[in-house]
T-cell receptor, first 114, second 112 residues
Framework: NAGVMQNPRHLVRRRGQEARLRCSPMKGHSHVYWYRQLPEEGLKFMVYLQKENIIDESGMPKERFSAEFPKEGPSILRIQQVVRGDSAAYFC????????????FGQGTRLTVV | GESVGLHLPTLSVQEGDNSIINCAYSNSASDYFIWYKQESGKGPQFIIDIRSNMDKRQGQRVTVLLNKTVKHLSLQIAATQPGDSAVYFCAENIGGNNRLAFGKGNQVVVIP
């Protein structure tokens, strides 16, 4: 049973370009969470999704950021018109249930905006 | 507001000794807590969890203690090994939907 798979592991984008980060949850998990980690800081919650639904996006910036988890395929975190401040590690986690259960994390995508 | 914070930024420990990492939380409504270990360049790795109806939980070489009165969480690692060198985060479950609030992390350095 493969763990949470994220790709790409590293992504370099020029300012103004779009970044697409993909996350495939563990088999049997229908709950996906995206977190952002700045250097030497803890992870910050961004968004919580179930299949085809955004449940909680209270941690998402209001502009340029969007997330989806379609019926088929991985969850996508999309950042439009990237800026230097978007450079960070983005982690995806999945869990089989909504609360009070272990969330498994992927290895992350390290986004560098140049 | 919600916040989870760690008391000590760096802990140096001799190999074979026990390690204790502390964490304070402020949301008294939180009912589920997790300790994660993060090695350089990797994602957080689950270590142990505890629910608010418990005071103590033990795993393999690790023990988590929860003191709800003072909103304090600790992780004890027995017989620390070089492979335990990492950053340790406590996380608090917010809102019962697995949205986690993480502390800033505590670096543990094991001295051989």
């Amino acid at each position: 049973n493969a763990g949470v798979m994220q790709n790409p592991r590293h992504l370099v984008r020029r300012r103004g370009q779009e970044a697409r980060l993909r996350c495939s949850p563990m088999k049997g998990h229908s709950h996906v969470y995206w977190y952002r980690q700045l250097p030497e800081e803890g992870l910050k919650f961004m968004v919580y999704l179930q299949k085809e639904n955004i449940i909680d996006e209270s941690g998402m910036p209001k502009e340029r950021f969007s997330a989806e988890f379609p019926k088929e395929g991985p969850s996508i975190l999309r950042i439009q018109q990237v800026v230097r401040g978007d450079s960070a590690a983005y982690f995806c986690a999945s869990s089989p249930e909504a609360g009070g259960t272990e969330a498994f994390f992927g290895q992350g995508t390290r986004l560098t905006v140049v | 507001g919600e916040s989870v914070g760690l008391h000590l930024p760096t802990l140096s420990v001799q190999e074979g000794d026990n390690s204790i990492i502390n964490c304070a939380y402020s949301n008294s409504a939180s009912d589920y807590f997790i300790w994660y270990k993060q090695e350089s360049g990797k994602g957080p790795q689950f270590i142990i969890d505890i629910r608010s109806n418990m005071d103590k939980r033990q795993g393999q070489r690790v023990t988590v203690l929860l003191n709800k009165t003072v909103k304090h969480l600790s992780l004890q690692i027995a017989a620390t090994q070089p492979g335990d060198s990492a950053v340790y985060f406590c996380a608090e479950n917010i809102g019962g939907n697995n949205r986690l609030a993480f502390g800033k992390g505590n670096q543990v350095v094991v001295i051989p």
